[in-house]
């Protein structure tokens, strides 16, 4: 990091002006270098200076220069910000200068990442920077803008200190055991603290899990046999013929892809290939994808067919969906009812007939109820909405429940301490804290250029 790092932070293409932004310890030397007006190495820190960027002595732009000395810029180092007019050739020639003058092109996200890893900011305020990039709705906008403020930090940095306090009681217990004015903390005493932050735990993941279902939509594959009506509900629910329907079984191969918005969440619809024993290869290749998402979806709407009686492998496939979010849609309600489901003790059953266009406002009503999306509109927008932090969350209660279990299990402190421990340095990792490299490149990869 003791390079200078330069970019255009401004989009690619002709606009009123361009923003040239400059990083490091030289960057006031090295734009000075450039710099017609005054010098601005005297010049104090969060001023804007007038003049114009030259090239030898040809004027290459009349600029706006902004001069910020560390420690209070994005990135805590020297950042200088050049303004100059907007057009393609001035931007990459002054860009093309302050490089021959001893800076280095940033990589994408660099300046996030040099304000990450120089503390001025933990990772998931650096994760909400790029979020706040890509809203595409207000309450995305708000999501990311209570991330970045540090409010969704500063929740997970309460719950580590109350997690920190128990551990630095245990640890004063196994180190001191003869000091009498130390409390003796046994098992039942951690206990009832644990169980405190479990509930705390499992609240911030309930909320969470809607934050990433404000963002990235729910993942929803249309899962069942050949023939039972997958794609005539697809085309239903986005009252277009996007798939083919007919009456030959094994009709779609490859998975079909249709949008749908229920009150404002995203539903993403997958349409699959029906799963059956087949000798087609193509046919084989379709089905085997078709359980793949039914592994990976958000959301399984397994249509079955009420004219025929349920087959083996339609029972395989409600024990495997039983711990998921799922619908069991029961199509072809204008035929004659054949179907045994009754005893297989389910929930969310929806009756419907694609054909004749019934029981659509059932199934979007009982999505809504799932996901409790009247509630979500108005509920609290601060949690963590990104896969990443939400996994290592879901990882922190786990280690708490273990822990829990071995106290009931009566497990000796010193070794309920382990599974305490792994849970707070999970919560590290949320922000960043203890993070591998590997990891931290893998991030800011997907910022934009100049970011
Ligand atoms: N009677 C009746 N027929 C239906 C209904 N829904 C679909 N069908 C018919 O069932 C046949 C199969 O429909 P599709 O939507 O292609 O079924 P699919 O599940 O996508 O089939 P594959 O792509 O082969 O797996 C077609 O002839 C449809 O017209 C319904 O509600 N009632
Ligand atoms: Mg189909």
Redesign the pocket.
Known sequence: MDDTIAAISTSSGVGAISIIRVSGKNSIKIVNKIFKGKNLNKVNSHTINYGHIIDKKKIIDEVLVNIMKAPKTFTKENVVEINCHGGVATTTKILELLLLNGCRLAEPGEFTKRAFLNGRIDLLEAEAIMDVINSKTEQNLSLAINQLNGEVSNMIKNLKHKILKIISNIEVNIDYPEYEDIEVLTNEKVLPNLIKIEKELEEILTKSNNGKLLKEGIKTAII??????????L?LLLDEEK??????????RDIVEGKLIIDGILLNIL?T??IRKTSNKVEQIGVKKSLELLEQSDLILF?LNN?TSLTKEEKQILEKIKNKNYIIII?????DKKINIESFNLKNIIY?????KEGLQELKDKIKDIYNLNNLNSADLTYLSNSRSIALLKESLNSIKSAIKNIKNNMPIDIVEIDIKESCLKLNEILGENYNENLINEIFKNFCLGK
């Open positions: 069942g046999k050949p023939n039972v009506g997958k794609s005539s509900l085309n798939a083919i329907v007919t009456d030959i079984e094994g009709t779609t349409d290939a029906g249509v004219n199509n072809k309600c204008d035929l419907m007939s694609t054909l004749k």
